[in-house]
């Protein structure tokens, strides 16, 4: 089944404890995508890449690094989390082909920064 | 700047009507148009895309237009069921750049059974 699967689901950690959010597709897409979703704020993109070894800031990357060693991975990594950071995190993926460019999500990740 | 506005925030419809959700944009340059539904605490499921070059989109009861010219995008959904209800949000890429992504805040369909 085509996906792109996140983990943890879900993730209590305390301030300063660094961590990782997996993310991985299984479709080859080129471009993968961070984003965090807040009540009011909504969907907003942290970083993303457009293949391997090329990534970019988003609108919110202070706190976080990201790299893509390799197509299907695309982690996101809370070197020193704080409270602020705590929030529900997707990963999405699509191709790069001009007419099929349709973004495929994630299930998500509930982090909670204590 | 591209701003994404979706109005109204949310909206109750008794089961079996025709309604139609929008979205709006103040960047007329825009490569594409995303629709997605969210179920609660679940990711986003694409519904439809809709290419710059394209004026309308449609998947079953699901009907998605686009008037670049104007800045407006809108979701029909017909008959009304239940299992519509979910939040709908629409997504188009910022400057004519397909890699950043600006997503609205969302319409929060409720169906009345």
């Known amino acids: 089944e085509a996906q792109v699967t996140q983990n943890p689901r879900y993730l209590i950690t305390v301030t300063g404890k660094k961590l990782t959010v997996t993310c991985s597709q299984n479709?080859?897409?080129?471009?993968m995508s961070w984003y965090r979703q807040d009540p009011g704020l909504g969907l907003r993109q942290i970083y993303y890449s457009m293949n391997v070894e090329v990534t970019d800031k988003g609108d919110v990357p202070e706190g976080y690094k990201v790299s893509r060693k390799e197509k299907r991975n695309f982690p996101l990594i809370l070197e020193s989390p704080s409270p602020n950071q705590t929030s529900l995190y997707f990963c999405a993926s699509k191709p790069i082909i001009s007419g099929a460019n349709v973004l495929t999500f994630g299930a998500g990740s509930r982090l909670t920064v204590l | 700047k591209q701003e994404v506005t979706q109005i109204p925030a949310a909206l109750s419809v008794p089961e079996g009507e025709n309604l139609v959700l929008n979205c709006s944009f103040t960047d007329s340059a825009i490569y594409n148009l995303q629709w997605f539904r969210q179920d609660p605490g679940k990711g986003l499921t694409s519904l439809l895309l809709i290419q710059s070059s394209q004026r309308e989109q449609t998947s079953g009861r699901l009907n998605a237009s686009l008037d670049k010219s104007s800045g407006r995008s809108t979701l029909y959904i017909a008959a009304s069921q239940p299992g519509d209800s979910a939040t709908y949000l629409c997504?188009?890429?910022?400057?004519?750049?397909?890699?950043?992504?600006?997503f609205g805040k969302g319409t929060r369909l409720h169906i009345l059974p």
């Open positions: 997504a188009v890429p910022k400057m004519n750049r397909d890699d950043k992504i600006i």
């Open positions: 479709m080859n897409h080129e471009y």
